[in-house]
């Protein structure tokens, strides 16, 4: 993980488990699932850095269903 992603992280408050009842990275809608393997995403916000699926930061947002 770069700097820059280090210094998005922190400022967005990113922790790798949540502590808000069904807000997640699973189910936030800059969750990317398949871009690392393992059981690891990615998110639009972070450029480079992985985030857990169980994960929260500031931003999140509900994933919009269709």
Known sequence: MDE??????????????????????????????????????GCQLFANGAVAEAGYCISWTAKQTS
């Open 4 to 41: 820059n992603d280090l210094s998005t992280r922190n400022s967005l408050k990113y922790v790798a488990v949540s502590e808000k009842e069904g807000e997640n990275c699973l189910n936030c809608q800059f969750y990317q699932p398949d871009k690392f393997e393992g059981s690891c995403g």
